[in-house]
């Protein structure tokens, strides 16, 4: 127990800046982020359109780096580390989902969930194997050999899920993952969602636009302008759809 008293926050920003240099004009999209996200919490991240939501998922994800302030991923400063180190920590410690799903359209829903298998050393039968177990969590194992054209936008998030599941990462990031769904399947997808972080404890951060998905979420952070302008923890959640 003291050891994982000991441990540091998963995600810890101070100061965090983001400026883009836009054809001379400087697009400052992060103005000074202090947020701190603790192993097993469920965040949503709100706010109007270009107010640095994606901006800073990106510098979470290790996808991009701040221009000033400081990020440690699990205690690691991550600015630091190299490009192929960093696609190693992508893979084993992180899970990403998009509005988009961004499935390979040409590979099987089983296809797509074994690739970051792969990219971890696994094959095989063990790999079919896991992806396999992903895809029944999901709820979609007897899906697992149709291609992304042949499934419904929801069924294609629930394999962009099962993908970002695969490789039992620490932490889930999801940027809109329901903005291109129907409601009912925005709340289904939000309840594997759930499930995932209650069942397996999974760290969970979601962008949305939308109030109703953020309930989802017991903790709301509301980013304006590039800057964090409410985080506020609620006792309960909606429940598991
Ligand atoms: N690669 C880039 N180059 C220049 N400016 C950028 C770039 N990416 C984002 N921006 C700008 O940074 C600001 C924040 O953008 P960001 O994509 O983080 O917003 P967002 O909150 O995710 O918006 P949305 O809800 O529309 O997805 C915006 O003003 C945007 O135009
Ligand atoms: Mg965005």
Request: hydrophobic share 40%; glycine share 8%; with cysteine.
């Amino acid at each position: 127990m003291e050891a994982a008293a000991n441990r540091p926050p998963l995600v810890y920003c101070q100061g965090l800046t983001k400026v883009y240099p836009l054809s001379g004009v400087e697009v400052h999209a992060l103005r000074g982020v202090d947020l701190r996200v603790e192993r097993g919490e469920m965040v949503a991240i709100m706010g109007p359109s270009g107010s640095g939501k994606s901006t800073l998922m990106h510098i979470i994800g290790c996808m991009d780096t701040q221009t000033s302030g400081s990020y440690l991923l699990d205690g690691v400063d991550v600015s630091n580390v190299p490009e192929k180190e960093l696609a190693a920590i992508r893979n084993k410690k992180l899970g990403f989902v998009f509005q988009r799903y961004n499935l390979l359209p040409r590979a099987t829903a089983l296809y797509n969930v074994e690739l970051p298998l792969f990219y971890a050393g696994i094959t095989g039968s063990a790999a079919e194997e896991k992806a396999r177990a992903a895809l029944e969590q999901v709820g979609i194992l007897h899906l697992a050999d149709h291609l992304p054209n042949q499934m419904s936008g929801g069924q294609q998030q629930r394999v962009a899920i099962a993908r970002a599941m695969v490789n039992d990462p620490l932490l889930i990031l999801a940027d809109e993952p329901t903005g291109a769904l129907d409601t009912v399947s925005s709340a289904e997808v939000m309840g594997i969602f759930q499930k995932m972080h209650e069942e397996r404890g999974v760290t969970v951060i979601i962008i949305t636009h939308e109030p109703h998905i953020a309930e989802f979420c017991r903790r709301r952070v509301i980013l304006r302008d590039g800057r964090i302008v409410g985080d506020k923890t609620f006792e309960y959640s909606n429940p598991v759809a």
